[in-house]
């Protein structure tokens, strides 16, 4: 089959609409019906909007505020006794004279620091898995060591972190581990 070339062909004729019972809901612009109806209908309401703001704002009865006249007493006292103000009303709750009189009881609670912490993130077969996730923690901000431990099951690498003096610190840093998806960290004591 030969190859043809499709850049000097001419382009396709489109074809007319020659359905019959039909009608085109464009125009010969080329907008339908409903857009120029829609924009034609914004166009009225934001006018109609705008002439409610201004006639508002020339309106003289929006100008005036309102003032209500001062009701005042035939039977009122002298001024001098109007600015003194009147004694505080007799108090029906104790608490205020409970809490001076009260004594607190301030027990001695003793913290017992357990000693560092390590937080261990994995324990892998061969060294290179072990590596590959000391890398994986040290692209976070942290620093990882991995250990060989020899048990029963054969050697194992573990990967941890530590020593950490709180274990709030260790919590801290599991957290930053988590952002960045690196999962299944746990904290023990320093052994």
Not at 16 to 29: A, I, P, V, W
Not at 86 to 96: A, C, G, L
């Amino acid at each position: 089959m030969a190859n043809q070339d499709y850049v000097s062909r001419s382009p396709a004729k489109k074809k007319k609409n020659t359905r019959k019972g039909k009608k085109s809901t464009k125009n010969s612009s080329g907008v339908p019906f409903k857009a120029k109806f829609i924009s034609v209908l914004l166009i009225i309401l934001i006018s109609a909007f705008g002439y409610g703001l201004w006639s508002l704002k020339t309106d003289p009865s929006t100008k005036t505020p309102l003032v209500e006249p001062v009701k005042t007493k035939k039977n009122s006292p002298s001024s001098s006794q109007s600015k003194e103000l009147p004694k505080p009303p007799k108090e029906k709750w104790t608490y205020v004279k409970d809490l001076e009189n009260k004594e607190i009881e301030v027990g001695e609670y003793e913290v017992k620091e357990q000693g560092p912490y390590k937080m261990q993130c994995g324990s892998f077969r061969t060294q290179k898995q072990a590596e590959t996730l000391k890398a994986r923690i040290a692209f976070s901000g942290l620093e990882a060591q991995v250990k060989a431990v020899t048990g029963k099951n054969g050697t194992w690498h573990k990967v941890f972190l530590g020593p950490y003096p709180r274990k709030r610190l260790a919590e801290k840093d599991k957290h930053k581990l988590k952002r960045n998806n690196i999962n299944y960290c746990q904290i023990w004591l320093w052994q």
